[in-house]
């Protein structure tokens, strides 16, 4: 696949999505169509089955209005999203044996993600407002002091959903599928 021309996110300021981003955040949003995450993250679990993840893991899209409105950009706010998404699915992931029927969906996640985290690869903490780099490292600490939190794999993928829609459907272009 192709993702665009070499050194496209050469400049980190700019509000703009670069092509790799939009190309990949695509990719994600086919892989979490509705069906797909009926299927994969609550059909294939037990009734009301629940992971625990930090307070901080869990990104709503109210959480990005108030973010926007405290003036946060919007490159951040991605930068934010991809941090807390690709968490996420990685604790979902660390649930699942190998020959669990969701363990390959998840893995295709994890790789779209780790693509997606060579486009961000050039971000530093400090690129970003401080509330969004402190973020991202309270979501990167394994501390035992935060707060945790049973949230159910298919709300994590759909809050995950949601959000990409809100920061990506504008700078992508995408249309109203």
């Not at 530093?124 to 002091?145: F, I, N, R």
């Not at 945790?148 to 920061?167: Q, S, T, W």
């Amino acid at each position: 696949l192709a993702f665009g021309c070499p050194g496209v996110l050469a400049v980190l300021g700019l509000e703009a999505a670069a092509p790799g981003e939009c190309e990949l955040s695509r990719l994600l949003q086919d892989k979490l169509q509705y069906e797909m995450r009926l299927q994969y993250m609550k059909h294939n679990f037990p009734i009301d089955y629940t992971v625990q993840v930090q307070y901080e893991e869990v990104l709503r899209p109210s959480n990005i209005t108030r973010l926007r409105n405290g003036t946060v950009s919007e490159a951040a706010l991605r930068y934010l999203w991809f941090h807390i998404s690709s968490q996420a699915v990685l604790r979902i992931r660390e649930v699942l044996p190998e020959k669990h029927p969701s363990w390959k969906y998840t893995q295709e996640l994890g790789r779209l993600f780790d693509a997606l985290g060579k486009e961000y690869s050039k971000y530093q903490q400090t690129d970003v407002e401080a509330v969004v780099a402190d973020l991202v490292k309270v979501v990167h600490s394994a501390g035992a002091e935060s707060r945790r939190k049973a949230v159910r794999p298919k709300a994590l993928l759909d809050n995950c959903l949601k959000v990409m829609r809100m920061l990506y459907g504008a700078p992508c272009e995408w249309g109203t599928t």
